[in-house]
């Protein structure tokens, strides 16, 4: 006779959140479209940016603060736009660097429940959702970058522009990192990976720490100038019946 099978418990397959419903997706893809349709539409005219990156959280007497509004300030004085999250801190004195030295000043503000709010030195502002729809925008139209002393938001957008860079998805777009005793320890271990072949040595040339602004200005303009061409000739113009003229700046 055979042998009679013992009861086996029934094992269920158990997700977290896992996939919404499909017209949860639709709609979050949707929401992530417009998003990138929205920031494309009132950025498109703001010209060749450099984005500056830093924490939110210093104050109007603090050096950081202080020198991230020279940074502002030189990046005015080389033509182009001061780019930044649109935050308090050190986003809020470069655009405020700029825009009181008369250079174009924008920010791509995430819309958070503490900390972040939109600072009132820029001549465009637009908020997100999306952590990585915002970091897109503030890479798309910048061509170089400044990265001021900051907390793990701050890290996390100079290793994702590193990445680019490092894959060639952004070519020879120069990185300035002011605050030696800040970012020190960070240099060192890039060091250490380029030592254990994990990053390239010509990575680390479009890499400068210093303290001083004017020294970061001039490495931006040596990599901007080396690599591009000036092009002279008529910007493009915003469209009426596109509504683009709401656009211009």
Not at 22 to 34: C, D, K, N, T, Y
Not at 53 to 64: K, Q
Request: glycine fraction near 10%; aromatic fraction near 14%.
């Amino acid at each position: 006779m055979a042998k009679k099978e013992e009861n086996k418990p029934q094992v269920e397959t158990l997700f977290l959140d896992g996939p919404g419903g499909r017209s949860i997706e639709l709609r979050f893809a949707f929401e992530v479209f417009m998003e990138f349709f929205k920031g494309f539409r009132k950025m498109h005219f703001i010209g060749p940016c450099i984005t500056v990156f830093g924490s939110a959280r210093f104050t109007e007497e603090h050096e950081y603060y202080k020198a991230a509004m020279e940074v502002g300030k030189g990046i005015a004085g080389m033509g182009f736009t001061t780019m930044t999250g649109g935050g308090p801190g050190v986003m809020e004195a470069a655009n405020r660097g700029a825009f009181e030295n008369r250079g174009r000043s924008v920010g791509c503000n995430i819309v958070l429940p503490m900390e972040q709010h939109p600072n009132p030195y820029m001549h465009r502002s637009i908020n997100f959702k999306y952590f990585f729809v915002r970091k897109v925008l503030l890479l798309k139209y910048s061509y170089g970058f400044v990265v001021l002393p900051g907390g793990a938001g701050t890290m996390d957008e100079f290793f994702e522009t590193l990445t680019l860079i490092q894959t060639g998805v952004i070519k020879d777009f120069p990185i300035v990192l002011i605050g030696k005793e800040f970012y020190q320890d960070l240099i060192d271990l890039v060091d250490k990976m380029i030592k254990r072949g994990t990053m390239s040595p010509q990575d680390r040339d479009l890499i400068l720490l210093t303290d001083s602004v004017d020294e970061g200005i001039a490495h931006i303009k040596k990599y901007v100038y080396t690599n591009y061409q000036v092009r002279k000739g008529k910007a493009p113009k915003p469209r009426r019946w596109m509504f683009e003229k709401l656009f211009d700046i």
